[in-house]
């Protein structure tokens, strides 16, 4: 599966933007599906990841409560919905998907699309 991110940009602290990631093939709803971030000089975190379905969903402590994931199986697109952002939150975010379509996982991504970039300014 070939994954392409988009929908980063600049914003101030307190906005909102919404990430998608459009996925190619006919078997998306066969992959969980996850939002990973790495901002300048740090390793790449999880953020949210969501089931095959749509049923099961999970989520990074910075983010919970700011941040959702959700998924349009029919349009093969996976969307970040980031509310109340904060400076913390720039990074390069990238998507990625796993075959393991009955849960959220954190880990096990296959396939990664190219990052789109979100900078928070304070």
């Known amino acids: 599966v070939q994954l392409q991110a988009s929908g980063g940009g600049l914003v101030q602290a307190g906005a909102s933007l919404r990430l998608s990631c459009a996925a190619s093939?006919?078997?998306?709803?066969?992959?969980?599906m996850g939002w990973f971030r790495q901002a300048p000089g740090k390793e790449r975190d999880f953020v949210a990841a969501?089931?095959?379905?749509?049923?099961?969903?999970d989520y990074a402590d910075s983010v919970k409560g700011r941040f959702t994931i959700s998924r349009h199986n029919a349009k093969n697109t996976v969307y970040l919905q980031m509310n109340s952002l904060k400076s913390e939150d720039t990074a390069l975010y990238y998507c990625?998907?796993?075959?393991?379509?009955?849960?959220?996982?954190?880990?096990?991504?296959?396939?990664w699309g190219q990052g789109t970039q979100v900078t928070v300014s304070s």
């Open positions: 990625a998907a796993a075959d393991m379509p009955a849960t959220a996982p954190r880990t096990g991504y296959k396939y």
């Open positions: 969501v089931s095959g379905w749509g049923g099961a969903t």
């Open positions: 093939g006919r078997t998306f709803g066969s992959y969980a």
